[in-house]
C-alpha cells in the first residue's frame, strides 16, 4: 500500500518514469506520508548537480536545469498563475486570471523570482560540505511536500478539480507524515540546520495557504504548486544562512 502510494506521489509530483495508474493515484491521495517519502526520494535527486565537482556557475545552471527535469513544470505553472492573480485588485477577477492562457506581468515576475532565487541559492549550496547540501536540499523537499501533506489535510478547496481530489486525508494520516519527515531534520544533527531548513518551508507554505483563503477563497491545485516552488526556494536560503550562523 504505501510502495503504491509513494508511486502515485512520484506519478504526480515529479516526472521520473514510475507509471500512471488509478491504484496508485488513489493510494497516494489518501495517504498523506506519500508526500514526504516522495520529498526524499526527489530531494536525493536535485542535489547531486550540487555535490559534483563542477564550477559553481555549471554547478548552479545543472541544479536548476535537474530540479524542473525531475519535478516538470506543473508547479512552477501554478507558481505563475497565483502571480497573475495576485497582481489583479478586484476580487471577483482574481479567478478568471488564473485561468487565463495568457502569461501577465504577475506571473512572469513569480516565476522570474523563483528561478533567479533557486540559482542564488546553488551558489551558496556548492559551497558547503557535501553531507550539509544533502541534508538541506532533502530537508528543503520533504518540508515543501510535508507543506503540501498539510494543504491537502487541513484546507479548504475553492472548487472542484484535481487539487480537491488530494483532500481524502485524516488528522491520523497527516501525523504519520509529520513523523515520516523527522529523519530529514536529523540529517544535518546536532546542528540546527534541518530545523531552521524545515521550519522556513513549513512557515512558507502557511503563508501561501492563509494568503489563498483570503484571496482566493480557498486552495486549490495552482496553490499546491505555488506552496511547493515558494516552499522549496525559502527553505533551501534559510537553510545556507543557517549553516553559515552555526
Do not use: C
Not at 492573480?85 to 482574481?94: I, L, M, N
Not at 524545515?198 to 491545485?221: E, K, N, P, Q
Amino acid at each position: 500500500m504505501v510502495l503504491t502510494a509513494l508511486r502515485g506521489a512520484l506519478g504526480f509530483l515529479s516526472r521520473l518514469p514510475v507509471g500512471h495508474d488509478q491504484d496508485a493515484w488513489n493510494a497516494f491521495r489518501r495517504t498523506a506520508a506519500a508526500f514526504p517519502l516522495a520529498g526524499y526520494v526527489i530531494g536525493g535527486l536535485l542535489a547531486v548537480p550540487l555535490v559534483l565537482p563542477l564550477p559553481t556557475s555549471a554547478g548552479a545552471t545543472l541544479f536548476l536545469a535537474t530540479v524542473y527535469g525531475v519535478t516538470g513544470i506543473n508547479h512552477i505553472d501554478g507558481l505563475a498563475d497565483l502571480g497573475d492573480a495576485a497582481a489583479v485588485h478586484d476580487p471577483e477577477k482574481r479567478r478568471a486570471a488564473m485561468k487565463d492562457t495568457e502569461v501577465g506581468v504577475g506571473a512572469l515576475l513569480a516565476v522570474a523570482l523563483v528561478v533567479v532565487g533557486l540559482a542564488l541559492a546553488a551558489v551558496g549550496l556548492v559551497a558547503l560540505p557535501p553531507v550539509t547540501v544533502i541534508a538541506i536540499v532533502v530537508a528543503a523537499e520533504v518540508s515543501a511536500k510535508l507543506g503540501m501533506a498539510a494543504l491537502a489535510s487541513f484546507g479548504t478547496f475553492a472548487h472542484e478539480g484535481l487539487g480537491s481530489q488530494l483532500s481524502d486525508q485524516t488528522l491520523g494520516g497527516f501525523a504519520v507524515a509529520v513523523v515520516v519527515s523527522m529523519p530529514a531534520v536529523a540529517l544535518s544533527w546536532p546542528t540546527l540546520v534541518g530545523i531552521g531548513t524545515m521550519g522556513a518551508g513549513l512557515l512558507t507554505t502557511a503563508i501561501v495557504g492563509r494568503w489563498a483563503r483570503s484571496w482566493l477563497g480557498g486552495i486549490s491545485g495552482d496553490v499546491f504548486g505555488a506552496a511547493n516552488e515558494l516552499s522549496r526556494l525559502v527553505a533551501l536560503h534559510v537553510g545556507v544562512v543557517a549553516w553559515t550562523l552555526s
